[in-house]
């Protein structure tokens, strides 16, 4: 069973930093891209960053370019996102994604407020 | 960024009748593998994002048959041939050919 389960999400202030973390399990994760999707409550969805298999190609989307950090450790099955400079417009449920978009996590709430 | 242009926004729908949700892009979406990477996906209330549809058409594994995706180049369409009650959710298009990656707005389905 492919299970991806995030933490690291809560509650920081503007211009703070949090970094997000993704345990995954029952695929191979090594070979797979990954990806970053944030979606303020109620509202739509948006694609935050993508890395390939191996993190050698990385893309992130204008609103975040600058301040979040995609990474992986394909030793650990874990892919990661750091962010920094926060702002209330990052304020999103951030969810982990397996390539071509089949398994999604469960999401973890980032709320930047002061 | 490829704008995606979903319709309608808010779908009511009485139980047993069909229903249907367009998309349309700003480019077209065949990639130069020749693939069309476009997803359409189910929101329940308080859940992720499920994905029924990949590549246009293909129907993802447990997904029942009366959901079909169909569409090329910038159209697309998602059809549930009877609307059933566990169907009450948010469905969104999705563009994966071109960088960022693009939602359409969502349409919240209702039951009548």
């Known amino acids: 069973e492919v299970r991806l389960v995030e933490s690291g999400g809560g509650l920081v202030q503007p211009g703070g930093s949090l970094r997000l973390s993704c345990a995954a399990s029952g695929f191979t994760f090594s070979n797979n891209w990954m990806h970053w999707v944030r979606q303020v409550p109620g509202k739509g969805l948006m694609w935050v960053s993508r890395?390939?298999?191996?993190?050698?190609?990385?893309n992130y989307a204008d609103s975040v370019k600058g301040r979040f950090t995609i990474s992986r450790d394909n030793s650990k099955n874990t892919l990661y996102l750091e962010m920094k400079s926060l702002r209330a417009e990052d304020t999103a449920i951030y969810y982990c994604v397996e390539g071509e978009a089949e398994y999604w996590g469960q999401g973890t709430l980032v709320t930047v407020s002061s | 960024d490829v704008v995606v242009t979903q319709s309608p926004l808010s779908l009511p729908v009485t139980l047993g009748q069909p229903a249907s949700i367009s998309c349309r892009s700003s480019?077209?979406?065949?990639?130069?593998?020749?693939?069309?990477?476009f997803f359409w996906f189910q929101q329940r209330p308080g859940q992720s994002p499920r994905r029924l549809i990949y590549?246009?058409?293909n129907r993802d594994s447990g997904v029942p048959d009366r959901f079909s995706g169909s569409g090329s180049g910038t159209d697309f369409t998602l059809k549930i041939s009877r609307v059933e009650a566990e169907d009450v959710g948010t469905y969104y298009c999705m563009q994966g050919t071109h960088w960022p990656h693009t939602f359409g707005q969502g349409t919240k389905l209702e039951i009548k």
């Open positions: 890395i390939n298999s191996d993190g050698s190609y990385i």
């Open positions: 480019q077209s979406l065949v990639f130069s593998d020749g693939y069309t990477y």
């Open positions: 590549k246009v058409s």
